[in-house]
């Protein structure tokens, strides 16, 4: 890709965080003062301003994910000292709650293995 950030009209700069920010494409486009037609266009013509709002998107999602992140230890703690606590129902739904995450993880985890094996397989046919 040639394009890069400084290919960007100051429009097209000026709009990228409010399409970061805003809930749809309509709204971002009313706060920065510029045609959701154009915008449009942009995104599906312009390279550069696709990843320039792909870069930024990934940098937001990021920053939060590392905020969830910080706080995991503290959830499983929480989660680990409902087990012994003293309504029948909390201690319930606390180990349902483990139980159902414990799961996600192991298919997350097979369905990473299975990609790997697939990728590995693709490698091999092209080489």
């Not at 950030?5 to 409010?18: A, E, G, H, K």
């Not at 696709?50 to 937001?60: F, G, K, S, T």
């Not at 909390?90 to 996600?104: P, Q, S, V």
């Amino acid at each position: 890709m040639s394009e890069n950030v400084t290919d960007l009209t100051d429009n097209q700069r000026r709009v990228i965080p409010f399409l970061v920010h805003s809930a749809t494409v309509a709204d971002a486009c009313r706060k920065a003062k510029v045609a959701p037609k154009t915008v449009y266009l942009w995104l599906h013509e312009c390279d550069a301003f696709r990843e320039e709002l792909r870069r930024r998107r990934n940098a937001v999602a990021d920053a939060a994910f590392d905020g969830l992140k910080a706080r995991i230890e503290e959830a499983v703690l929480t989660l680990g000292a409902l087990l012994h606590g003293e309504r029948d129902s909390i201690r319930r739904a606390a180990a349902k709650d483990i139980l159902e995450l414990a799961m996600r993880i192991k298919e997350v985890q097979e369905l990473e293995e299975r990609i790997q094996r697939l990728e590995s397989m693709q490698e091999v046919k092209r080489a």
